[in-house]
């Protein structure tokens, strides 16, 4: 991965087709690799829009082991990442074409990989924009075993799509506009959450794949706005229409930053239909397949069932 960053490095300076750079962190948590169907989706819909060059930065073959294990070696490889990007943007690459997006410990990623870059160039770059796809709760919130969580500091615009606030992802803001598709929780199409056997659990990751499934639609050119969403102090007051006045953004690729401080916050969007975005039983059979073949992730499956159990029961 480091060789094909020093060889982009080397051409940058000759390169005069350089519209935008989208830069995706490309594991979920630690079950996929650049193989799997979220970066092939959002890879493909990257390519219908014909005005981006796509990196995709496989850690994949780091991402195996307990849940907390990964987090010391993706803090490790964000850390080299960022140094990357400072040679890039020495050599002539323009930061404000890059676009740095991640799912789950991919949005952890990025924004550590942010916060990094600052740090190392003495304040002289920092990212243009961060969007987070449902970013990791445990191991950052409510407290950081190792590293801090993605912030709205960590690029001049961090915006961030929570999926599923139930399992995988957080509640907690990560950036200056925060999405809440139908308040965080059950996605259109997905089956309640439910631990009590294998597949049970393989489908508890439906709404947290939703985080990604919303990102690649609005990639698909004129479909960025097809999420509107209006900013709102809960999504109580929401459904009430008690926010019908307030500022509205766009869940997405789309999302354009705070105008001022009382644009910045949560914005809801209720989602009924699941036309779109229905999990089919291929999905996954597909996932279960995948982790079947890797034992030692059979085994980190049944402890992470264990480990959720233990929550619900305190």
Same mark, same amino acid.
């Given at each position: !991965?480091i060789e094909?960053f020093?060889s982009?490095?080397?051409s940058?300076?000759? @390169?005069?087709? %350089?519209?935008?750079?989208a *830069?995706?962190?490309d594991?979920?948590c630690?079950?996929?690799?650049f193989t @799997?169907?979220s970066?092939q989706?959002?890879?493909s =819909?990257?390519l219908q829009?014909?005005?981006?060059?796509i990196i995709?930065? &496989?850690?994949g073959? +780091?991402s195996?082991?307990?849940?907390?294990?990964?987090i010391p070696r993706?803090t490790? *490889?964000?850390?080299i990442? =960022? $140094?990357?990007m /400072?040679d %890039?943007?020495?050599?002539g690459? &323009?930061?404000n074409t890059?676009?740095?997006v991640?799912?789950?410990?991919?949005?952890?990623? !990025?924004?550590? =990989?942010? $916060?990094?870059?600052?740090?190392?160039?003495?304040?002289?770059?920092k990212?243009?924009r961060? @969007?987070? /796809?449902?970013?990791a709760?445990?191991?950052?919130?409510?407290?950081p075993? /190792?590293?801090n969580?993605l912030?709205?500091?960590?690029?001049?615009f961090v915006?961030?799509i929570?999926? &599923?606030?139930?399992?995988?992802g957080t509640?907690y803001?990560?950036?200056q506009?925060?999405f809440?598709?139908?308040?965080?929780?059950?996605?259109?199409?997905c089956p309640?959450?439910?631990?009590?056997? +294998? !597949?049970?659990?393989?489908?508890?990751?439906c709404?947290?794949?939703?985080?990604?499934?919303y990102?690649?639609?609005? /990639?698909k050119?004129?479909?960025?706005?097809?999420?509107? =969403?209006?900013? #709102?102090?809960?999504y109580?007051?929401?459904i009430?229409?008690? #926010?019908n006045?307030?500022p509205?953004?766009? !869940?997405g690729?789309?999302?354009t930053?705070?105008i001022n401080?009382?644009?910045t916050?949560?914005y809801y969007?209720? %989602?009924r239909?699941n036309v779109?975005?229905?999990?089919?039983?291929?999905?996954?059979l597909?996932?279960?397949t995948?982790?079947?073949?890797?034992?030692?992730l059979?085994r980190?499956v049944?402890?992470?069932?264990?480990f959720f159990n233990? %929550?619900?029961r305190?």
């Amino acid at each position: !991965m480091i060789e094909k960053f020093k060889s982009l490095a080397e051409s940058v300076g000759n @390169s005069s087709i %350089l519209i935008n750079l989208a *830069i995706e962190s490309d594991n979920e948590c630690w079950i996929e690799d650049f193989t @799997s169907e979220s970066v092939q989706t959002i890879v493909s =819909a990257y390519l219908q829009r014909d005005d981006h060059n796509i990196i995709v930065i &496989d850690w994949g073959q +780091y991402s195996f082991g307990f849940y907390y294990t990964v987090i010391p070696r993706f803090t490790a *490889i964000a850390k080299i990442f =960022a $140094r990357i990007m /400072l040679d %890039l943007f020495e050599r002539g690459l &323009d930061i404000n074409t890059v676009h740095l997006v991640g799912h789950s410990f991919g949005s952890q990623f !990025m924004g550590i =990989a942010g $916060r990094e870059l600052q740090k190392v160039s003495m304040g002289k770059y920092k990212i243009k924009r961060i @969007s987070g /796809l449902d970013p990791a709760h445990y191991g950052f919130f409510p407290s950081p075993t /190792l590293e801090n969580p993605l912030s709205s500091t960590d690029a001049e615009f961090v915006d961030s799509i929570h999926s &599923d606030v139930t399992f995988i992802g957080t509640p907690y803001h990560t950036g200056q506009v925060n999405f809440y598709p139908n308040d965080g929780k059950l996605q259109p199409g997905c089956p309640s959450y439910s631990f009590r056997s +294998y !597949m049970q659990l393989v489908n508890s990751f439906c709404s947290h794949n939703h985080g990604w499934r919303y990102w690649a639609e609005t /990639l698909k050119p004129g479909k960025e706005q097809i999420f509107p =969403a209006v900013l #709102c102090k809960d999504y109580k007051d929401f459904i009430e229409d008690k #926010c019908n006045e307030n500022p509205i953004n766009f !869940m997405g690729y789309g999302a354009t930053p705070s105008i001022n401080d009382n644009s910045t916050g949560s914005y809801y969007i209720r %989602l009924r239909s699941n036309v779109n975005f229905t999990v089919d039983d291929s999905y996954y059979l597909f996932l279960s397949t995948s982790l079947n073949y890797r034992s030692d992730l059979v085994r980190i499956v049944a402890r992470l069932r264990q480990f959720f159990n233990q %929550l619900s029961r305190n």
